[in-house]
């Protein structure tokens, strides 16, 4: 089963995608809030890619575990996008998933502006992978 994870920013969305056996998650890009939202060609293509089964959202949390401000605006966007897209939809904790994404593009020597633009996909990827390793723990 393939997915394709969206983390979800009022201006950009962070892109990943995992292989056909749902095990590895990959960056896969970052496009514009709108185009993703409208349909655009860009996204478009990234479907017909990737042919995804499902699609996984960051949910944003606080600290504490509750829905962070952000919560309820991402997740009526993420329903709207399954809906265009004809997806089912799940959503998943994205705590530390930016800060963590940061970290890694610290490492490999970017600087804060080479970093704008990739953390969103990166920390999609991390969030997905996470929920890729619950997944295959279940079944």
């Known amino acids: 089963m393939r997915a394709l994870a969206l983390d979800i920013g009022e201006v950009r969305i962070g ?7 749902g095990t590895v998650a990959s960056p896969v890009k970052v496009l514009p ?4 939202l409208l349909g655009a060609r860009s996204f478009r293509y990234i479907l017909e890619d990737y042919e995804p089964d499902i699609l996984v959202c960051g949910r944003p949390k606080t600290m ?11 997740m009526d966007q993420a329903q709207q996008i399954a809906k265009q897209c004809g997806l089912p939809l799940e959503f998943v904790d994205e705590r530390l998933s930016s800060s963590e994404a940061k970290r890694i593009l610290r490492e490999q020597g970017l600087s ?24 295959s723990v279940e079944h």
């Not at 892109?15 to 056996?21: C, E, F, G, L, R």
């Not at 504490?64 to 991402?74: F, I, L, R, S, Y």
Request: glycine share 6%.
């Open 33 to 36: 809030s709108q185009e993703v």
């Open 112 to 135: 804060e502006k080479d970093m704008r633009g990739k953390i969103d996909m990166i920390a999609a990827s991390l969030f997905l992978q996470s929920w890729l390793d619950a997944q």
């Open 15 to 21: 892109i990943a995608v995992s292989d056909a056996t």
């Open 64 to 74: 504490t575990g509750e829905d962070g401000p952000q919560a309820q605006c991402v």
